[in-house]
């Protein structure tokens, strides 16, 4: 029989390899996007936090958001700006950056979404 630390660990395991596959595949899938999973996640919670402020989401906060370095955010925004998924302005203070989706986001948010919850369904 396992000890409780081990049944614990195996089963944090297990959850750490389900989050492993449903990455696989949404690397996979998001290559038709033409983007990578990890510039979805930052144009997702951008797009997510704009949404629920009712403001542009910052670098700072998407930063925070998914727990990533802040320099690995402004680099993977800059991507996305440069492929005009996103826009960039400064905060009223001129403090930070401000991140802008731009308005043909609204489709490829979508059909990115339709992709992450077909990913989460187990294959038969």
Known sequence: ?????????????????????FRRKLQRSFRRLGMSF???RVLEATYRL???MDEPASHLSVAR???LGESSVSR???QLSRR??????LDGLNWSWRVLMTDDNGELM?????IAARALT???
């Open 122 to 124: 187990p294959e038969t």
């Open 84 to 89: 005009g998924l996103v826009s960039h302005d």
């Open 50 to 52: 704009g949404r629920q």
């Open 1 to 21: 029989p396992l000890t409780a630390d081990e049944a614990a660990t195996l089963e944090a395991l297990e959850r750490f390899k389900q989050a492993m596959e």
């Open 76 to 78: 993977l925004m800059w």
């Open 65 to 67: 958001e998914l727990a």
């Open 110 to 114: 979508s059909a990115a979404y339709a």
């Open 38 to 40: 990890a510039e979805w």
